[in-house]
C-alpha cells in the first residue's frame, strides 16, 4: 500500500467505507480514546474540521482501545459520547488497534511512513497524521500536540 486511498475501514456505524472517497483533500488521521486525558482535543479536531472543511479537508477519527483500556464502548457508545460531548461531525470510524500484529492496515502503514519518539510504534491517544491531497503523508505529531498547532501545516497543504 502506498497512499490512503488504497485502504479502507468500517465506519462507526459499521459500513464499509474505501478511503479513496477522501482523494483530493487534505486529511488528519487521529487514534481517538473517550477517557483519555487527551479526549478534549475533540474540541479542537472539530473546530479544524469546521474551519477547514470547506476547502478539502477533514479529520478522520479512529477509536482505540490499546492505550490504558481508555476507550472501553462499543461503536453505538463511542459515536454517542463524540456527538453528546463534543460535537463531532467528522467521520469516526469503527474501533481499531494501531500496533502490534493486529493493527489495522492503515496504521501499519501510517506507522512506516513517519515515524515518532518510539521509533514505527504509536505512543499513546491521539496521535495525529496529516495526510495531502496526494494521499500522503505530510506529518507526525505527538499526542500531547494540541490540534490548533497544527492550523498553519493544514493551510500550507490545503495550498
Excluded at 475501514?9 to 480514546?33: C, F, H, M, R, W
Excluded at 488497534?97 to 506507522?111: I, Y
Amino acid at each position: 500500500m502506498t497512499s490512503l486511498s488504497q485502504f479502507s475501514a468500517t465506519t462507526i456505524s459499521g459500513e464499509d467505507k474505501p478511503l479513496s472517497d477522501y482523494d483530493g483533500q487534505v486529511v488528519l488521521v487521529v487514534n481517538t480514546a473517550s477517557e483519555c486525558g487527551f479526549t478534549p482535543q475533540y474540541a479542537g479536531l472539530e473546530e479544524l474540521q469546521g474551519k477547514f472543511a470547506g476547502r478539502g479537508f477533514t479529520v478522520l477519527g479512529f477509536p482505540c482501545n490499546q492505550f490504558g483500556g481508555q476507550e472501553p464502548g462499543d461503536a453505538q457508545q463511542i459515536g454517542a459520547f463524540c456527538e453528546k460531548s463534543y460535537g463531532v461531525t467528522f467521520p469516526m470510524f469503527d474501533k481499531v488497534e494501531v500496533n502490534g500484529s493486529g493493527a489495522h492496515p492503515l496504521f501499519a502503514w501510517l506507522r512506516t511512513q513517519k515515524s515518532g519518539l518510539l521509533g514505527d510504534r504509536i505512543k499513546w491517544n491521539f496521535t495525529k497524521f496529516l495526510l495531502g491531497r496526494d494521499g500522503q503523508v505530510i506529518e507526525r505529531y505527538a499526542p500531547t500536540t494540541k490540534p490548533e498547532a497544527l492550523e498553519a501545516d493544514i493551510e500550507r497543504a490545503l495550498g
